[in-house]
């Protein structure tokens, strides 16, 4: 039988209309591959030069997301969706027009749409999510899985590069090599103040320490599984040393994300290993990653490298050094506890606390649509400053009356709900459980085995690690390829 064309034109310019699920899929994993990646790629520029502007990071998502939305079109067109993933398509179908809903009553249209600029997770950039995630449920195969969490290891190991020639190199240091210890000491004149000590804190290519340990959690937890579980013995040797240096870098990101996701991927590799019965020598993997940590800790406590020779979370610094230096999206950290004594500010549990609680307050005030997409700051500010060009910008530079703001709260749960309203933090509790349930069904049925496993480890560890960290640019594509795969077909 003959393929099909439409007005007379050839078979090759037809390919859609012919293309099977079987080649779909196959494109579908090529581009998904690349969008795991490529946020990455388009950080070099930005990390390398202090001349290219913060705006070229929103790239990678903008070329994948476009692709995706093609990839989406198609799948759709050829009934590729089954009924099966209806909930999970249907939920995140309702973050979008609450979305869009809540973008247009936001306080700034322009960046509920667009995102904030350095951040990009506006409107728009959720569209992509939703493109990427039906890109993904139609990828079928176990190679194509094992495909994919090569594609996020390789993410991860192109991060943890850069964040050590950051760490060793002059010449890639970043504000972040350059973030203050707030401890006090008192100088040879009897004055006490803050400590002039800093810490050597990486990021990688993902803009922010906290959202480096965000992604490394995830690639970690693949890679104990992968090699917990994987037969090829070059790639279980690939993951085991991509997982020791993964791990080696964590520990400068001295975040609190980092260490709860490397104890997170840690148990779910011996729950692996036990409960699929796989050998114990393959937990060398987990060995050679606390070996790797280990390291890390004599390094900084030693003195090495010209780093400050104590270790502890530095979450407040680095998070107001991301918002309020780098971007100039928020005010700066003068709380009024942290004028009366500034070493609260490296109080994890403060930290935490003070951005969770101001976040209820707005969730309080605009329960159902919020504050709209990156516009949180919005809610809290007191005096608006405009740029030259009319840009309204938030900077505790210009302004005492903007201390103590913040862009990102740090539990994407309660963001969401603040920045996109209740019901779109409804849809995404129901888009998680959803595939996380659906996924653990399947592999009790014996229908996923294998790498085919780690897609629901990702996304398990994702959401555990929302609880205190938050959605970036940096890794929310390679999330939402993972959970786009749970979502999908058991073939």
Known sequence: MSNKTLFNTSEKSNFILNMTEEKYSAIASKVLCLTCILGALFAIPYEASKTVGVSIISGGLAVCGVICMIMALIAVLKKFITKRMLIPIGAFGAMLVFGLISTINSFNFNIAFYGADGRGEGFLALIFYFCIFITAVTVKGKKKFTMLSDALIVTCLVNSLWALLQLFIDKFHNIYRAVPLTTLETDENGVTGPSKDFIHAVCGLSYSPIFLAFLLSMG????????????????????????????????????????????AAVIFALITVFVKKAPKIRLVSVAGAAAATVLSLVIIMTGSLGIYSKYSLHDGP??????????????????????????????????????????????????????????????????????????????????????????????????????????????????????????????????????????????????????????????????????????????
């Open 318 to 491: 680095i998070m107001w050094n991301d918002s309020w230096f780098r971007l100039d999206s928020s005010g700066n950290y003068n709380t009024p506890d942290v004028r009366e004594d500034i070493t609260v500010l490296d109080d994890t549990a403060y930290t935490y606390n003070y951005l969770n609680k101001h976040t209820f307050n707005i969730i309080k005030r605009y329960p159902l649509l919020g504050t709209g997409p990156e516009n949180l700051v919005f809610a809290m500010v007191y005096e608006d400053i405009y740029t030259s060009d009319g840009e309204l910008k938030i900077t505790g530079d210009n302004s005492v009356l903007n201390e103590g703001t913040f862009d990102k709260c740090y539990n994407e749960y309660l963001y969401i709900a603040a920045t996109r309203g209740l019901p779109s933090l409804l849809a995404f509790l129901v888009l998680l459980v959803s595939v996380i349930a659906g996924s653990l069904k399947k592999i009790r049925a014996g229908k996923l085995s294998g790498m085919q496993i780690i897609p629901v480890s990702v996304v398990l560890i994702s959401s555990l690690l929302f609880i205190v960290g938050t959605s970036s640019i940096a890794f929310a594509p390679v999330f939402w390829v993972f959970a786009g795969l749970c979502a999908g077909s058991e073939d």
């Open 220 to 263: 970690l937890c693949a890679a104990f599984i992968g090699t917990a579980l994987n037969e090829n013995k070059n790639r279980r040797i690939f993951y085991g040393v991509s997982a020791a240096v993964m791990s080696f870098v964590m520990v400068f990101t001295y975040s609190l994300v980092g260490w709860v996701g490397f104890a």
